[in-house]
Every structure is written in C-alpha cells, then in structure tokens.
C-alpha cells in the first residue's frame, strides 16, 4: 500500500551526483507539507529492501523536514532500523541486502553508483543502538572522523573540532580534562554521548539515530533527549524508538511502521492523538507490539 | 646481482619522489585546502607511487624468477649449435663402427628373448595353466637372459665411451674449439647430470669459487654467459625504470581536486589481498597438479599396472636395476605399505582414543575449573612436543623396554624398532588431538539435555554415558577420523621407531613399514629423479594426500552437520 | 490402594540399585581421572628420560695438552707467512705431547691406542691459535680440548662397569721379557676366576635352554617336516654352543685362565704402577701381566689394588691400556670437567665430541625467517579478503572448505610439493633454507588463516559500524580498527604456527636438508641458499648416528629444542593473557 502521504517527487533536475558529493544550494528546496517552514531534507520514493530473497521493506516514500527530529516507531522487525540505514547506505554492508527505489537528500539520489557511501556516511551522520567508542582514547574518537576526512590541518584545528564537537554533545564539561581516557571508559550516557559528538565532529546535515537510548537509564536518556533536542536546532534528526513516549517527547514527526511498510506519517501530536488507521491505534494504545 | 640491487634502489627512490609528487599535486589541486579534496593528500601521494613502482617491481621479479633459465636456454641452444658438428662425427662414426653395430644388433635379439620370457611368465600366471616345469625353467632361465642383456647393455655403453672419448680428444683446441667440445660433453651427458655441468658453466662465468671442477671446456663455455647475462640485465634494468617513468608521467597527468584517489589505491590493495587468498587455493592446485603429475610418469614406467601397485604384494623398489631396462625394475605392489600404515594406525587409536575420550569427559563433565586450567595446557604440551622427539623417545626408550619384555615373555624375534612401539608412542601424541576436539564437541551437547537425565534422577556418569555422548557421538566420530587422518600422515615416528622392511604381518611385535616411512626412504640420499623408484614416491604420496583428503572431508562434514544441530 | 503396597517395593529396588549406581559413578570417574593420569605420566616419562640422557651432554671432559710449537713442524717453510703455518703438522706437535707423559709406549700399536684419547681434527683448533700469533712458535702452549666420546663417557661411568678392591695381602713381582708375574701366597685373585666362571656356566645355561626350547618347538603337534627340522638344526647348534661355555669352565678349572677381550678385564694397581693382566693361574694365587703404567720398583707389596673392568673390551669400545691412560691423565690434572660449550658454539661434526647445535640452529633461524616473512603477510592477507571483503559466495566458501582441508594435509606431502614444484620445478638450490622455509610457509599458511579469521570474527560487528558510520571507508575500518584490535590474536596465532614449522622434519627431509653441514650457514642473504639443515632434522641425523655419546647429544639438541619451542609458546600465551580483550 502507498503511504497516504504523497510526497512531492523531487527535485534538483536528474538526481544525478557528480564525483564528489558538495552540498548545492538549497535555494530551490520546496518546504515540507507536514511543518509548512522547513525544507524537505530527505525525499524517499517506492524503497522496497530486500535480505537474500526475503523483503523486509515495502514501498516505503516518505520525505522527512530539515532542522527536526523525526521518529519512526513500530513494533519489532517492522523494518524501522532497515529504512534508516538506507539513508546512509549502511545496507551495503550486508552481503545479502539488496535496496531498490529512490532516496534522496538535498534532491541527490543516494543510491546512485556513483555516489560514494564514504562521502555520504560523512554527510549522514549514525548513531547506534549500544554506544560503540572505538578502544581508542576520547580524544581520538572524536579526531578520527575530521582526520579521514581531512577537516583539518593541524593539530589546533583538531582540537578545536574535537572541543566543539564534544561541547555540542554537551559532553565537554564532564571530559575536558581526561581526553586521554578511553572512550571505553566512560559511563554508558556518556559513551552515547561521545558516540553523537564523534558522528557531529564531521560537520553532518543528516544524523541517524538507531534507538539511541535503549541500553540507557531513565537519567542518561533524559540526558541525551535533551542533546537531540538541542541538536534540531542545527541538523536533521532521524530516530527510531521503541519507546513511544520518547518519540512523543523528542520528535515532531513521527512515521509509523508496521510489517515493512509505512502505515502513517504525520506530526507526531496527530498520530498520537489522532491516528488515522486502526493499527496505529492498536500499537499506540498497547494492544501489540 | 648488483645492477639488479642498483635498478631496485634507483626504483624505490623514484617511488618515493612519485609519493611526494603526488602529495604535492593534490595540495595544489586543493588551493592547500585538505577538505576540499576527494580524498586524503596522501592517497593521491600512493596512487603516484603505486603506479610508479608496481609495474617496475613486478618486471624485476619476473626477471629475477624467470631471468637466470632464459639466459641457460639461449647459452645451451648456442652449446648445442657449437657441438653439432662433434655430435655428427661421433654419430657417423658410430654408425661406420662394426663392433657397435654388431653389439646393438644382440642388444636387440636379446631383448627380444627377455620380452619372450616375460610374456610366456605372465601368460602362465595369469591363465593359472599348470605348467609347473615349464614356469619353474622360465623363472630360472630370467636371471640369465636379463644379464646378459645387461651385460650387452655395458659393452655398448663402453663402446660408445670409447668412440666418445676418441671424437673428444680429437676435436681442436683453437678458436672456438673448447666451446664446441663443451657443447659436444654436455650432449653426451645422461639428464641427470646435466644440471650440476650448467651450473659449473654458471660458476664460471660469475663466481668460480663455486665450481666444482675446472676443465677448459667449462670454462669456456661459462665464457657464453655474461654477453646474454649483461643484455637481458641492462635490458630489463632499462625497462623498469622507463615502465617506472612512465607510470609517473600517465599517474601525475590524473590527479584533479575531484580524483577519486583512495578508492584507486584501496582497489589496488584489495586485489592484493584477494591475490594472497589464491596462494592458498594455488597451494592445494600444486599439491595436486604436482601429484598426479608425477604420479602419472610412475605409472607411465611401470606399464600402467595399476593393479599391481595397489594390490601387490610385493614391494622392493630398490631393487631397479637401470632406467632403460624394459619391463619390471624393482616391485612395486604397495600392499604391505598400506597394511602396515593401518596396523600402527590401529594401535595408535587403540591408546588414543579410550585415553582422549576419557580425559574430555572427566575434564568437561568432572574437573573443577582449577584442575582444567592445569590439566588442558599440559595436555597440550604434548602436542606441542616435536614429533622427531617422539620418534626419539620410540627408538631409545619405548623400541628397547619392548623388546625386552618381548624377550622375557618369550618372543625370540623382537626386535627395537616394531610396529607397537611407533604405534603406541604415536598413540600418545594424537591424545591431546582427541580430547581437545572431543571437547569441543562434548561442550556444544546443550546443558538442558544433561538437565532433563538428572531431573530424572540419573547419575552423572549415567548422563554422560546415556544423554551426552550418544548427542556428541557424530561430533566424536568426527574428531577420531581427523585423528585417523592425522596418524596416517605421521612421518618422524614411523620413520625412526617403525623400521623399513615390507613385510605383510599384522604381528605388532615385527617391524613394518608404512606409506610415509617408503616416501621419505625413496627421497632421501641420492636418486636420479626420472626412475621409477623416485617416481613412485609421488604416487605413494597421491594416496596418503587422496586417503587423508577423504577423511577430513568426511570428518568435516560430519562435525559441521552435528554443530548444525545445536546451533 | 495399590499404589500403597507398591511404593516400598520400588524403594527397596531403588535402594538396592543404588549403591551399585553408585560404584558405578565411582569407576567411571576413576577411569577419566586415569586417562588423564596416564597421559600426564607419559609426559614426565618422555621428558624425563630425554632429561636424564641429555643431562650428561651438557658436561664434558677436556684433556689439556702442554704444546711444545717446534718451529720445524709448525712452520715447514720457515717464513712465518700464513700458507707455511697452515701446512704445519700441529697433530704431530700433540702427539708428542702426549708421549711425553708416557715414555713408556713405544710400541706402534699402543700409541694408535694412546692418541686414540682424542680426535686428530683438534689440531684444526691449535692451528688456528698458531696462526693468529705466529709469536707462539718456540713456546710451549696450554692447548684444552675435548676428549675422545668414549673416553668421556667412561669418565662419566655410562660406559664401564668397573670396581677397586684394595687388598691386604703379599704380593711379589718378578719382571721377565713380556712383563711382569705376579704372585701372592693368598688366593687373591680367586674372586675374579669366580665372576669369570659364572659368567661362563650363565651362557651356558641360556644356550642349553634355547636349545631345549627350540626342542619342544620341533616337536610341536602340527609343525611341518622342514621347520622341525630346521629347529632340531638350531637346537644342536645351541647345545654346541653351551658345551662350548662348559669346557671354557673346566679349562678354566684346571689350567687357569687366558684373559679375552670379550670378557672382565683385571688390572692390579702396585707400586704406583699398573699391571695388566693376561694370565690367571687356576688357584688365584699367581698371575702373568705386562706393565701399563711403570711400576717404581719391583719390591714385594702389602698394600695393592684389585681393578676390575666388568664390561668387556668389545662392548665399551676403550681398551684397557686408554682406560689406565686415561685416570693417569687425570689425576695429573690434564683431565678435566667442564660445561660442554662446543655443544653451542660448533655445528654438526663426526666426531660427537665436536658435534654442536650452532649450524643448525643457524639454519633454523634463516628458514624461519623466510616462513615468517611468507606465511605471517600472506596469511593476515588472506584472512583479511576472507572475513572482510570477500563475497559470500560458491568461491569463497570453496576457499574456505580448501584452506580447512589444506590444513589436515600431512607435511610430508608439502614436502613432495616443494620438491617437485620450487626443486625440480623453479630449479632452486635443494637443501637451501629459502626452499625450506618456503615450504613450511606453505605448511604454516592455513593455520595462520584460520587464527586471523578467528581474531577478526571476534571483533564486534558495532565497532565496524561506528568506523562506517562516520565515513571511513571498508580498507579505511579495517586498517584502522579492525585489525589493530585484532592483532594480538592475529600474532598468537602466527606464533603457534610458527613453532609448529620451527619442530617439523619430514617435509624438510623432501628438499634434502638433511646434509651433513659441518659449516655453520652464515647469517646473510648469501645464507639463504646456502645448504643447511634445521634442529629437528639434526635431532634426527644424530639419532641414527653410531655412536653411544650421539644419543646423549641427541637428548641435549632436543632439550634446546623444547627450550625453544617453550619461549615461542610462552610468548604466544604472555601475548594472549597481556592483550586479550573480552567484548
């Protein structure tokens, strides 16, 4: 089934990519019909994903507002985290996955093949389930990222990017004198932490998050709810949640997913006050998931 | 070797300006900005050098593999030229000699009867005719004709040595006269010596203090050498380093702000890493090509007689008298070699398995964590061991304190190196092979099926012995036929402890032989590589590798359906 | 109700059960605990009786020689230059030594026996002394060297059972033409006839028994004509030999006993002197010997010693007169024991008291450096492509199921590979440790493969994801995470394959390094084609080897082996316990 929200189909003329991935204008952007004052940031079109000969995703278009958290729920292997990964070519990874239809940031196809997925995971910025800091000190977690990617010259402008990046994820304050310590050492809030400030160090547009407070307590989720709502200010933010409360606290929209297809999308105080389809319903009401 | 060494520095140093180049273009490309690039500086500096030196180095290696055999072929066709005219006298003098005509016109009467003799044998053996007389004169008569062929054979070749001998001698001196005699020697060598002539011609013309002998004719044709030596050298030396140039010029053209350098580099690297997953597929390719390979040549000079190699009964190679003698040169029935690697695979088993078995059940079902953190590393130490030292320990202490129990309980004929005790200290070394595996295996049974036996109220050996092992046994009998697989193959033990004469006993208390003990026997010391009896060692080991082979396979399938299982 | 009356009927079946079930579990323990029991016990038995032998190779004895260097001898041509020195006859200048010490040997035979003490090639050693301060000549040089192996094993006690008896009894000494008569008016050498006789009447008993066991073999039930007969023959034969013994007994008896080299020897010690003797009257009381050692004076003697040599001549391969050189020498301070240092400083030599690990453990050294270079690389290589990047498809699960199989494939075979493939096929040199170390990088390479695949697989999957995630490329997370992560294991694996190469022989006896080498390989890239052999394989040229004191050596080379294979392995588990990281 379509999702009821046909989305306007995109828009920079071809979708073709050049070589290297240089972000273009966003003069010519159109503004998203859910919020009205943003921009569309990511257009998807008929994503269907398969696993070896398993499909995991159905049809799935969707365009998700700049400079907002979007959440997508839905009950376990409904294919939330699948469709996240597509954003940033994270299926790829997989052997057997196999992703078909269209994706789009910024009206550039994401699934061409000239597309580098190294220079999009640069663009698109992830955040996993369980905090994964690299074995490696605080310090280098954050640099490692400006340093593949050449965002920096020297040693100053390293440190710089590393302090802004960890004061962004509001991290700085609690590690500024012990960078040397290993990421792996830091409490779980702070390692989620330090994996969002590694993932804002190279200057991301898009950032996805893989239910990032699961492995968390009440404290540090609180924490890092509020980093994201710090962060909408400044980036497009993409979650899956397993905990509607989270995604009625944090996003202001929400995708609801439902045996790999897209069963409603709207702003996220109508489809938890208004659902328009009876499964929705059910799932926000706890019949199942 | 030293415009080599010179050509390889010149190469690298180029590499490494191709880097700096390479670095240099991509911050220039990049207006000095790092981020506005494709790729990191360094990567366009690795695509620079990748281009310049891979080419040039893979040039100097084939050189260096190929290099010294092209130059021996170009020296020994111009021999081979030199000699011609020698080589033609002495055939025409042979054929003009009356006494060498007469000599092979007997050689091939008598050859004729020996053919006729075997024939008529084989035919009475094979219809099982009872002509006993008659077989019993054949066989007698066998060793006569065959050395008088022989000695046939000998007059010819001294023959031949003389008229050989009276064309050499007569041959000039001047000019190129040693290098024609050269090359008329080097024809007139048997194949076997061949090698050792070239590389004294070799000696001579690099480093003399590597030959052998020191003849006029060596040296002057060793003199042949350095003008193809010198040509190919500079030559590929040349070559490389134009290939290197070029591949600077052709790289440094590519490099733009928009160059995809990492993924080019990173394209080149995998295919390394891909290149050294087929070594080891190539690995296993050689093992087999080289196998069969000379295993078919056996065959080829033992007439096709399969059968006779796998179900004689008789073997004694050493036994070939002359390479070109036609028919049987030595015999070749492998039977005993096969019954004596499966007696003391028996024993070795019969000590392995009960005593691995029982040490993985007592060690995962018994032992508390203390005693398994000390009990699994010594019984590790044992497969650690050596097994030369092993085939130590057989020889000077188990072989002897055997056979003086043998002696005490009567058995006259012990002697030291027998089948039990290569078996039994073989035994001992695939221990820790069963138990380990047997492990793993006993390891993997679920604890919910030893739970289900003691909420029954079964004992604990009661579990093992009705829930777990019957679980485990596929995986067991996994784990015995690797350690089967592993016995077959072993060499030291059965080469010190077992001994090496083929005999057909299943008697432990007699020394036996087995398929690894004849491999190495008929490899090692001297051999001429073209005789049957080096020959047969291919095809000995064709079997060991088809026989192990197969019961890996097997094995392997075995565990992995059994993991299958439980995973 | 029924159930009532049943329920202690099963008890009582239960219970009695019970304590059979019970025994059960015992034994079965005590089976397992056997096992291992007997495993372990092999173990210290293997390592023990290698220990016990190798100790006495650790030690050795030297004769220290006072060298006169005559100027004629050393120097033929007399210009001092280093082609007259090396021309020089330095054994001769040795010999004389020796017959200094002994003015009494005159006779050819018996200073073959007397230079017998030592090995000719030492002169090799004085030579090179010599020329290296030509200043030397003229003077006389302290010169040590190692004593012949049997007369060190003698030192040792391996090899002769021999006893001093001292004896309060007159004994007077008359010298004729051939030596010396010796007679006592006590039976005093009455003890050594009865060791002789019982020797005598003991192989007759064996031979009688073989004869009347081969006997009752001929007249088994069943037995074919032609063996009977040959055991009848057999039996005769024996019985020969025991009647044989016995008249040895009573010639013995009534004439006395002529001394045979198969048999005890008897030495007496008198007057600083000793006599060997030839001859023993039948009452003990007199003998006929010759001088060995010259006697102060020929006075009669209270005080004397009985020395007896239990071990025959034959089997102890030292004669008698060597035996009383050699405790000579000794207590004049020429013999003397020291730790066995040509066992690590000298290579392979005929002579086991030359004989040392030094060349191969060189050619250990420069074969495992080739494997290591080969198989460490393209090993982590392989292992790289396989778990990272490679496809999974028909081809590599094939590469898979061949490097699992490649693995189980006796060495011997790779053996046959490389003579067939890098001899006989690239025509490189045979016994070079470049071939050598090529095929045990074969050899080593699935192992390697299947440990790095192991210690990549146990890298989680979240850390390559972060990598990915923020951009990095695949090469880009693996070079910089993955592998970095995975290294320790990656090295313990490399090293255990490592040792298992270093231990290996049969496939290096294929390509022929199984030379003799009598020259340390050097340690250069000219010694990668050089023939040399490897300390396995040396353990196993030594095995063979005749001589009583090459057993000995054998143990010593094995237990520098093991020491080796001990560090390398000490290495591999430091490296684990040090690195090894829990995920």
Request: charged share 20%; aromatic share 8%; with cysteine.
């Amino acid at each position: 089934m379509r999702s009821q929200f046909i989305c306007v189909d995109a828009l920079n003329g071809d979708g073709k990519l050049v070589d290297d991935y240089t972000p273009t204008a966003k003069s010519g952007a159109t503004y998203h019909p859910l919020t009205g004052n943003l921009p569309i940031k990511v257009a998807t079109t008929g994503v269907d994903v398969f696993y070896a000969d398993k499909q995991a995703l159905f049809d799935v278009s969707l365009d998700i507002p700049d400079r907002s958290v979007t959440a997508f729920i839905g009950p376990s292997g409904c294919g939330k985290s699948t469709f996240l990964r597509c954003m940033n070519r994270m299926n790829d990874t997989i052997d057997t996955a196999k992703v078909t239809g269209s994706v789009r940031i910024d009206g550039e196809e994401v699934n061409d093949r000239s597309v580098d997925p190294v220079v999009l995971r640069a663009r698109v910025g992830m955040v996993f389930q369980k905090p994964n800091p690299f074995p490696k000190s605080i310090y280098d977690n954050v640099a490692y990222g400006p340093r593949i990617h050449g965002l920096a010259e020297n040693k100053e402008e390293h440190d710089a990017i590393v302090e802004t990046a960890l004061r962004k994820a509001g991290l700085w304050e609690e590690v500024a004198d012990r960078l040397d310590l290993p990421g792996t050492a830091l409490s779980g809030g702070q390692q989620q932490r330090l994996v969002i400030a590694r993932a804002i160090a190279v200057n991301p547009e898009v950032i996805l998050m893989d239910e990032p407070c699961s492995a968390l307590d009440p404290i540090a989720t609180a924490r890092i709810e509020e980093l994201i709502d710090e962060l909408r200010e400044n980036y497009c933010i993409i979650m899956v949640t397993h905990s509607m409360a989270q995604a009625a606290r944090v996003s202001q929209s929400t995708a609801f997913f439902h045996l790999g297809r897209l069963v409603e999308y709207g702003p996220t105080e109508e489809i938890f006050t208004n659902p328009k389809d009876t499964r929705t319903q059910d799932y926000i009401t706890g019949r199942f998931g | 070797m030293h415009i080599s060494l010179l050509t390889a520095l010149a190469l690298l140093v180029l590499t490494a300006i191709g880097f700096y180049i390479g670095r240099q273009r991509a911050y220039g490309a990049g207006r000095g900005r790092a981020a506005s690039l494709h790729s990191l500086p360094n990567y366009y500096g690795y695509y620079i050098a990748l281009w310049v030196g891979a080419p040039a180095f893979l040039l100097l290696a084939v050189y260096g593999v190929i290099g010294a055999g092209l130059v021996n072929m170009l020296v020994l066709k111009d021999l081979e030229r030199a000699g011609a005219p020698l080589v033609a006298q002495y055939e025409a003098q042979l054929d003009q000699d009356q006494l060498y005509q007469d000599l092979q016109e007997q050689l091939v009467q008598s050859t004729a009867e020996l053919e006729a003799v075997e024939r008529e044998i084989s035919y009475i053996r094979r219809e099982n005719t009872v002509q006993a007389e008659r077989y019993e004169d054949l066989r007698a008569r066998l060793p006569e004709v065959s050395s008088q062929r022989i000695s046939l054979i000998n007059q010819i070749d001294a023959r031949e040595e003389e008229i050989y001998l009276g064309v050499f001698q007569g041959a000039p001196v001047e000019g190129d006269g040693f290098t024609a005699r050269a090359g008329f020697e080097f024809s007139h060598l048997p194949p076997e010596r061949r090698q050792l002539y070239i590389s004294n011609m070799r000696a001579y013309a690099f480093d003399e203090a590597l030959a052998s002998r020191d003849t006029p004719e060596l040296r002057a044709a060793g003199a042949l050498f350095r003008p193809y030596h010198q040509i190919l050298r500079y030559s590929v030396a040349g070559l490389a380093l134009a290939l290197a140039l070029a591949g600077l010029v052709f790289s440094r053209g590519k490099i733009a702000k928009r160059f995809r350098a990492r993924n080019h580099v990173e394209k080149a690297l995998s295919l390394l890493l891909f290149a050294t997953s087929v070594i080891a597929v190539l690995t296993t390719l050689g093992i087999v090509c080289s196998l069969i390979f000379e295993s078919l040549r056996f065959f080829g000079a033992i007439d096709w007689r399969l059968h006779e190699f796998l179900l004689g009964l008789h073997w004694s190679p050493q036994v070939g008298i002359r390479s070109d003698q036609i028919g049987q040169s030595g015999a070749f029935g492998a039977v005993p070699l096969f019954a004596g690697t499966a007696l003391i695979t028996v024993i070795a088993m019969a000590v392995a398995v009960p005593i691995g078995l029982m040490s993985a059940i007592y060690l995962s079902e018994y032992a508390s964590p203390l005693m398994r953190s000390w009990a699994k590393p010594i019984l590790e130490v044992l497969a650690g061991i050596p097994t030369v030292v092993y085939g130590f320990f057989a020889l000077l202490t188990v072989g002897p304190f055997l056979r003086d129990v043998a002696l005490m309980l009567g058995y006259e004929n012990a002697a030291t190196q027998s089948a039990l005790s290569a078996g039994l200290v073989m035994g001992v070394m695939i221990i820790p092979f069963v138990s380990s595996l047997s492990d793993d295996v006993i390891n993997a049974v679920p604890q919910t099926l030893r739970d289900g036996s003691y909420a029954m109220g079964a004992t604990k050996s009661e579990t093992v012995r009705a829930v777990v092992l019957p679980a485990a046994l596929p995986g067991i009998v996994g784990a015995i036929l690797l350690a089967v697989s592993r016995a077959v193959g072993e060499t030291m033990i059965v080469v010190m402890a077992a001994g090496q004469g083929a005999n057909l006993t299943i008697n432990p208390l007699e020394s036996v032989t087995t398929i690894t003990v004849q491999i190495v026997a008929l490899l090692t010391g001297d051999q001429e590589f073209d005789s049957a009896k080096t020959l047969s060692a291919f095809a000995l080991g064709l079997v060991l590798f088809m026989l192990t082979l197969l019961l890996n396979i097997i094995a392997l399938r075995v565990v992995q359906r059994y993991r299958e299982k439980y995973d | 109700m029924t159930e009532f009356k049943r329920a202690p009927q099963i008890s009582d079946a239960v219970a009695r059960r019970l304590a059979q079930r019970h025994r059960a579990e015992i034994r079965f323990q005590v089976y397992g605990l056997s096992a291992i029991g007997v495993a372990i016990l092999v173990l210290l038995i293997l390592l023990g009786s290698i220990g016990y032998k190798a100790v006495s190779a650790f030690s050795a004895h030297t004769l220290t020689l006072n060298v006169v260097i005559d100027p004629d001898l050393a120097d033929p041509r007399g210009d001092r230059s280093e082609s007259s020195l090396r021309r020089g006859s330095y054994n001769r200048m040795m010999q004389t030594a020796l017959e200094t010490e002994f003015p009494g040997v005159t006779s050819r035979a018996h200073m073959r026996e007397l230079f017998g003490l030592y090995t000719a090639v030492n002169a090799a050693g004085l030579l090179q002394k010599v020329v290296k301060s030509p200043d030397l000549i003229g003077e006389t040089v302290t010169y040590e060297m190692p004593i012949s192996d049997d007369v060190d094993l003698y030192l040792k006690g391996r090899s002769v059972e021999e006893r001093f008896e001292d004896v309060e009894a007159p004994l007077s000494l008359i010298e004729h033409e051939d030596g010396v008569a010796l007679s006592s008016p006590a039976p005093v050498f009455e003890g050594f006839l009865t060791l002789v006789r019982e020797a005598y009447i003991t192989r007759a008993e064996a031979a009688e028994a073989r004869a009347s066991a081969a006997f009752d073999r001929a007249s088994l039930p069943g037995i074919d004509a032609q063996t009977a007969e040959a055991e009848r023959a057999n039996a005769q034969r024996e019985l020969r030999t025991g009647e044989l013994w016995r008249e040895r007994v009573t010639r013995l008896n009534t004439e006395g006993l002529t001394l045979q080299p198969d048999g005890p020897r008897l030495l007496v010690r008198v007057n600083e002197g000793v006599v060997r003797v030839t001859r023993l009257s039948a009452d003990g009381r007199s003998a006929e010997g010759e001088v060995v050692l010259p006697l102060e004076n020929l006075a009669q003697a209270r005080h004397w010693t009985r020395w007896i040599l239990e071990t025959p001549a034959s089997a102890a391969r030292l004669t008698d007169r060597q035996i009383v050189w050699t405790r000579a020498l000794e207590e004049r301070g020429f013999v003397k024991k020291r730790f066995n240092t040509w066992l690590f400083t000298r290579a392979d030599s005929r002579e086991p008291e030359l004989a040392g690990v030094l060349g191969s453990a060189i050619g250990s050294v420069l074969t495992m450096m080739v494997t290591m270079l080969l198989a460490v690389p393209i090993g982590v290589g392989a292992a790289i492509y396989l778990e990272e990047f490679a496809p999974k498809n028909r081809w590599s699960d094939w590469v898979e199921v061949n490097i699992n199989n490649l693995a189980a494939v006796p060495s011997i075979v790779f053996g046959l590979l490389g003579l067939a493939l890098f001899i006989n096929g690239f025509g490189l040199p045979r016994s070079a440790p470049l071939v050598g170390g090529m095929v045990l990088a074969l050899m080593t390479l699935p192992t390697v493969i299947i440990s790095s695949r192991a210690a990549l697989k146990a890298v989680p999957l979240s850390i390559r994801e972060a990598a990915l995630g923020i951009g990095a490329s695949r090469m880009q997370t693996v070079f910089h995470h993955v592998l970095p992560l995975a290294a320790p294991g990656i090295l313990t694996g490399a090293i255990i394959g490592l040792a298992q190469a270093f231990g290996e022989t049969a496939p290096l006896l294929m390509i022929g390094m199984v030379a003799f080498i009598a020259d340390a390989p050097s340690l250069s890239l000219g010694g990668f084609l050089e023939p040399a052999t490897v300390m396995p394989v040396q353990v196993y040229l030594w095995s063979s080897g005749v001589e009583r004191a090459f057993e000995m050596r054998t143990a010593a080379a094995i237990m520098v082996l093991l020491g080796l294979m001990i560090i390398l392995n000490a290495f591999a588990i430091y490296l684990r316990r040090r690195f090894e990281r829990r995920w």
